[in-house]
């Protein structure tokens, strides 16, 4: 059950190729993205997080690197591969648990 999902909105946006004479089409395209947390009694958020990366956080600690973790899926969706450090980890755990780590690492540890 995981804390949080976030996915992205479908759309359609202009597109103008470089071709000469070329005039604008409309493709499908991501639009922006929705982040849903999981408020169900069972999910980490609610019943603990059980320190499940062994680093001796919180839960509140863990909560935030829950919304942080989705506001890199969502930066990532928005703006591209490009700007991806949070990998996408849908049904894979061990993605989704090192995207965590990632995130307690870079905002979380103790100098
Ligand atoms: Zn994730």
Excluded: K
């Excluded at 993205?33 to 019943?47: D, E, K, L, R, S």
């Excluded at 849908?90 to 989704?96: C, I, K, L, R």
Aim: charged letters at 15%.
């Amino acid at each position: 059950m995981p804390a949080a999902v976030t996915r992205g909105i479908t759309g359609t946006r202009l597109f103008l190729p470089s071709r000469v004479g070329a005039t604008l089409i409309r493709q499908s395209a991501w639009v922006g993205a929705n982040i849903t947390i999981n408020n169900n009694a069972q999910a980490p958020g609610q019943v603990g997080y059980r320190d499940y990366l062994g680093v001796g956080a919180s839960d509140p600690v863990y909560r935030a690197i829950t919304l942080i973790h989705e506001l890199g899926h969502a930066a990532s969706i928005i703006y591209g591969t490009d700007a991806l450090r949070v990998l996408w980890d849908e049904n894979n755990p061990t993605q989704s648990r090192a995207n965590s780590q990632l995130v307690y690492d870079n905002c979380f540890r103790p100098e």
